[in-house]
């Protein structure tokens, strides 16, 4: 028997769990359904101060958040009595986070992953460290899997924190676990679809922001629209590769996860790993990019743990290979076009699946 969902925890008070939390505390007003939001950050000043003032100046100065939204630095607090628990923090702190959450987190309670990366040094994907971490002694694998929901999609947290109309997926392991997550964010200027491809949702979502850096090194280098298009159409087509490797299906990877976000982060000045590329371009170290950007670019550090999943697969992911070996001070910006555009020459679907 599912549980009626009556509060909805969000941890990671930074840009996309910020703009998520305050989506759910509007959802909440405009549906009149009681649900209760709270936003937990682990920074203790920057919390009493989104106290104080309703806003979180960091990330969204001058934005007023919800009355409804309440925020705590206080774990235990955040996460008692929580039916739904929407992970924010960056991929590769998830794991630690989660082992310090998961004494609070209720046995009932469905968990959603924001977060777009692989794990370094396992390789797994945000769903599959959620199941390892919950997972002990007293729950069944299969049961923790049920409770396990991933939401990606073109969703640029400064433009969901401006109301602008926007859609995305939901997917879990039953529809009716997706469902219970899209009620909660379904408001005026957001439209969760929902479904069943966690593999396709999470491989469309985390391999786009390795082929928007690469499209961010073409803007950094005055390359235009042919070239970015290029990069976009190619990249879409070694990210489908890599997905229904892993066991997603066709469509999801042209759809909001796949094709949309890719659109959305490769075009957008705003999008993270865009501006990486960018910085790159522009003479920009690997090793000082978290100094030089303030928030989390995350393919960075997943493009490498991309390339080996896909070696392990016998997948051929030239764009992502080219961009580590960018990373890796292997290759130079400068070379990076010569050495995609000098591969032998094959037929455009021969390698599709
Ligand atoms: N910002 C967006 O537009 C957006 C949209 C969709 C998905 N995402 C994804 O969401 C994830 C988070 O991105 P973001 O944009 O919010 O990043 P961010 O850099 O804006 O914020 C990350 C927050 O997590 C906190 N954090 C880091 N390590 C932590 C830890 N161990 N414990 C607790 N908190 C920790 C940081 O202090 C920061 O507040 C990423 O995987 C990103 O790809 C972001
Ligand atoms: O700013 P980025 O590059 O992390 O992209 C944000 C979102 O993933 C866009 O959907």
Redesign the pocket.
Known sequence: MAHSVEKVAVLGAGSWGTAFAKMVADTAKESASGVSTVLWGRNEQRIADCVATGRNEAYFPGVALPESLKFTADLKEALTGADIVVLAVPAQSLRTQLEVAKQWIEPHAVMVSLA?GLEQGSGLRMSEVIAEVLQDGAASASAVEQRICVLS?????KEIVAEQPTASVVAASTEEVARRVAEICACSYFRPYTGTDIIGVEIG?LVK?VI?LCVGICEGKNYGDNSKASVMTRGLAETTRLALALGAEPATLSGLAGMG?LI??CSSP?????TAGRLLAEGVQPADLPKVMSQ???SVKTAPVVAELARKHGVEMPITEAVVAVLSHRVKVEDLAPKLLGRSLKNENASRA
Request: hydrophobic residues 30%.
């Open positions: 777009k999609g073109p969703n640029l947290a979502g922001n928007a976000d959305a982060t705003l999008s993270r790993n865009h989390t670019a995350e």
